[in-house]
């Protein structure tokens, strides 16, 4: 019964931040909705600037536990620029909370609300999520042959139109890097020998379509490119081997102690701008992800593992920046479930807004 005890106050350290998370996305899904229809009329870039304020409210909510709530410390090091820029945000891809990392990056930059995401396609048919990325500014991408360039450059290219502000997300290994799937790496490191580049260990071969595309199209319309490595602390098991990056899940109760971020500032002018030049240039900055993980895991002097080189800053998120948030969405939806009414349009736009969701999604990319 104690042992039953225990698990169960340890699943709750979960619950009740998914709870909340989930719990008001249909609020935020009718404040939305409602703002859509009323700016239909209005010049897009009133739309975007009040949608950019609502995804920072419901995403500083998000921060609130994945910071505040944790404990977790972020150890930033590099560059990271103070005020807010059009930019493409290039990271390795472990697990669901790296999307976590680029808010984390984007708040201390007041730029929340402008992180885009490019996503895989499957994940578009997320209930309510997926329909909203979408017109928040994010673009679905399939993989490899099936991958539409002139559909992402279309997107792109409207966004740059309606003066959208840009901190697009991209996760150019196309996949998680996961140590438990060994074939999935030993087929990266196969594919890059096979083409001549260097062999990575703690990262996979990058993909160049989606990042070149993305630059080619906004390269007049960009201030930088971050590149931007990621290490979650206590990934390492007691043979001092890799193992699985932490989940929401686990993240959430609070098993990563700190997360470690290198931020490298990169000029518009310092990229190639021709595909199979900046093919290239990306598995060069892969590479040096690849180094710095390797100091981070598999540094021989044991004083240099669990952190990166250079100087580092311990940044930590104030209560201002996110619990107002959590309380104003929190108390919406806490006013909604109190009416019979209000239960009754809360499961309403559940089921209806996921239905519309998906059939817009598979109408309109």
Known sequence: MLLSLVLHTYSMRYVLPAAVMMGTAP???????????????LPSRFYREVDDRLYTIYQSMVLFFFENYTGVQVIIYGDLPKNKENVIYLSNHQCTVDWIIADMLAIRQNALGHVRYVLKDGLKWLPLYGWYFSQHGGVYVKRSANFNEKEMREKLR????????????????????????????????????????????????????????????????LDAVYDVTVAYEGTVDHKGQRKLAPSMTEFLCKECPRV???????????????????????????????????????????????KFPGKSVHSKLSLKKTLPSLLFLGGLTASMLLTESGRKLYVKTWIYGTLIGCLWVSIKP
């Open 27 to 41: 609020t935020y899904v009718l404040a939305w909705g409602a703002w859509r229809l009323l700016s239909a009329v």
């Open 158 to 221: 409207a966004q740059m139109k309606a003066e959208t502000p840009m901190y697009l997300v991209i996760f150019p290994e196309g996949t998680r890097y996961n140590p438990e799937i060994p074939k999935v790496i030993a087929d990266s490191q196969s594919f890059a020998e096979k083409e001549g580049l260097a062999i990575l260990k703690h990262v996979l071969t990058p993909r160049v379509k989606a990042t070149h595309v993305a630059i080619d199209t906004m390269k007049d319309y």
């Open 260 to 306: 470690h971020i290198f931020i490298d500032r990169i000029e518009l002018k310092d990229i190639p701008e021709e595909q199979m030049y900046m093919r290239r240039w990306l598995h060069e900055r892969f590479e040096i992800k690849d180094k710095l993980l390797i100091e981070f895991y598999d540094a021989k002097d044991s004083t240099r593992r669990n």
